[in-house]
């Protein structure tokens, strides 16, 4: 086999992250994930735009256009989900790639992973960037117990009582709480745990992770109060803990 | 600068991941952490036999006489955590490096990332494998909502009422429930799981992750008691979900 041959890769559905931002591949994915990726053909992709885009950084000689997508997003039928394996079904490998991250975890993919699961086709997960473990290594919060809880209700009075039941978790619980938020709403979502915590819960934020702009800083609600920060758009992660 | 030239790195507290078994580096880690890691003089180790030895596999040119090497393990004390980070406040980088998988996350770490974090110090977490977050991927289960629970109590009737517990959480928060065990209580493990919870209720196996014995497995609890599987000494990760 040539040095640049394509390898042939074991029938699974392979687990692909995507980068967390704008950064070079070779930053946060293995080697080994591109290895991977030039010898799969089926990608199923929450969006195929930025999938293409993604294979190209991965890989700038790929060609597209011999590649199939399949969408899967939240608009996807449980029927149609079951019909994107068939490929893998008949020995195909296939790949799952997210808009941001590691497939399955805070994203959609999952659905398709369990139906995998349930016809006993093999499922291979690769490294990659997960936001919500780089945000709890850096905040020195409890990593023996923590859980994640997705995005938080929206509406002020929901979310705040939704806050007091993390913080009581945490001191209940001895667990890490973590959560995040649309980016436009991340001043909103800092003046609510401002506000619902005690002083001396310990918050930290982790914001724009990988990326040059990568911000990840731990102090108490009391410290926070005087010093509020400025995240603007950038993707971030919130934990809360003693 | 020439192409081999060691870089000068920012200081930081580098949070450095290492490999959930025998395999390659390039497998499962990013070429930037070998690019960070041979511009790291001083290391805060688990083992630092190990923590050696890991080096050695990431870039084999590296001279490990040339490197200070700190223990951080239960047995550390307090007050010589502080201490560790000397060299970081006088603006040499360092690395923290676990036994296996990412630092800080269900392994010791957190601690001396806390003081970091107290003293204003950058921390950087890198991107390496998380036997949770891979374990996650492949289940199938929640990723929206999943909490990590580490080990479970030892003695089986204070086992038998945690796992109800959280079999509880899977069903009332609609969360993913993970926690692990020590590789030669597996069995014990797995027939306790398949005595606390309900038939209808999934179990994950995440068996090996990473290396040629992965095993990523989902049934239901009634479909296990049928075909028990013997996972021997293999580091294992568990999870349930309805």
Known sequence: MGRN?????????????????????????????????IGIRHFIVEDVRTARRFLKQVEGSIDIEQLTFYTLNKHTKPDELAGMLVPLEQGEPMGVISEAGCPAVADPGSDVVAIAQRKGLRVVPLVGPSSIILALMGSGFNGQSFAFNGYLPIEQEERIKALKKLEWKVYNEDQTQIFMETPYRNGKMIADILKACKPQTRLCIASGLTTPDEYIRTLTIKQWKEQIPELG?????FLIYK
């Open 5 to 37: 041959a394509v390898r042939t890769i074991a029938p699974a559905l392979y687990l692909i992250p995507s980068l967390l931002g704008e950064i070079p591949v070779e930053q946060v994915l293995p080697q080994y994930n591109r290895d991977l990726i």
């Open 233 to 237: 758009k950038v993707p971030s992660i």
